[in-house]
């Protein structure tokens, strides 16, 4: 993927939704229809909505997961076409982050 994503603003936009959004389960919150999860030991974070989610890991490292990761289970659809499909669901999905860090 062509992302490059400042894990700065990623954990800003933890913070907001930890602080600001609605508590889910033990370790999430949910705020605008981003979910922030943190593992049980603190090392890692995973944001999400319906389509993507992102790992924040230790040493800021980060992989995005999107809801159609097998390009053998698209039918239909070429590798370029996947891989753009992909890419396109994981620019929405940063432009969400983006507008949540900003609004809150």
Known sequence: MRNNAD????????????SQGQTIGEKGSQLD??????????????LADDNVS???NFH???HFHTANE???GIIN???????SNNE???QAFM??????????
């Not at 954990?11 to 930890?18: A, H, Q, R």
């Not at 229809?33 to 995973?46: A, P």
């Not at 659809?77 to 891989?83: A, E, G, L, N, S």
């Open 7 to 18: 894990v700065r603003t990623l954990l800003s936009v933890c913070e907001k939704i930890k």
């Open 33 to 46: 229809g981003i979910t922030c999860q943190e593992s049980y030991d603190g090392y890692s974070i995973t």
């Open 54 to 56: 992102l790992d924040i």
């Open 60 to 62: 800021n490292t980060y």
């Open 70 to 72: 097998d390009p053998e």
């Open 77 to 83: 659809q070429t590798t370029t076409d996947f891989h």
């Open 88 to 90: 396109t669901q994981i």
């Open 95 to 104: 432009k969400k982050l983006i507008i949540l860090d900003k609004t809150y």
